[in-house]
């Protein structure tokens, strides 16, 4: 699903279609480009800590017009509880942050629901999604992420991450909470990669 322009496109790809995605609902804000490009690099590489309060800002209008009519046991329609994508040690380390946990804080100021950190950790050290093929993303994720069963797990969640590309990450993780007992898992991510 892209929401832009308060319009809601829920077309699968083909991709998606002969093989559906284990989250129920993936919403992007935007695509990924200029000038958007900027602010999530600013972010991501460069030390820009301030650009996910504005990014939430930007994202938490969109979610909740596209929550506005879910019939669903939880509040607003929102999920019980945010999980930001996580990081390897090793590379929280090195950047210093995980930028999508700082979008998951800024969105659960504007949204309300709290983050869960703690619920997933990345377990392999693995080479950066952003320079492999799509056949290698799946392969590289394969038993990345373990779930922290000493967590209550919730039914409904919201994985956050700064942009979606070939939705591998997004996979491994909705797969491991699945897995884990999540009943829902919907997916919010800045953008989409076209």
Known sequence: MLLQDNEISEELCGACQQNPPPWEKAIATFVYAYPLDRLVIGLKYHGRLDYADTLAAL????????????????????????????????????????????????????????????LVHRVRHTPRQSLLSQEQRQKNLQKAFQVNHKIEIPEFVALIDDVMTTGATAEAVSKALIS????????WCCARAE
């Open 59 to 118: 994202m938490s209008q969109d979610l909740q017009y596209a929550y506005a009519n879910n019939e669903n046991i939880h509040k607003n329609g929102l999920p019980q509880a945010l999980l930001p994508v996580p990081l390897h040690p090793i590379r929280e380390f090195q950047r210093g942050y995980n930028q999508a946990h700082l979008l998951a804080n800024a969105l659960s100021r504007h949204l309300s629901v709290p983050v869960l950190p703690g």
């Open 180 to 187: 884990a007992g999540v009943k829902r898992v919907d997916v």
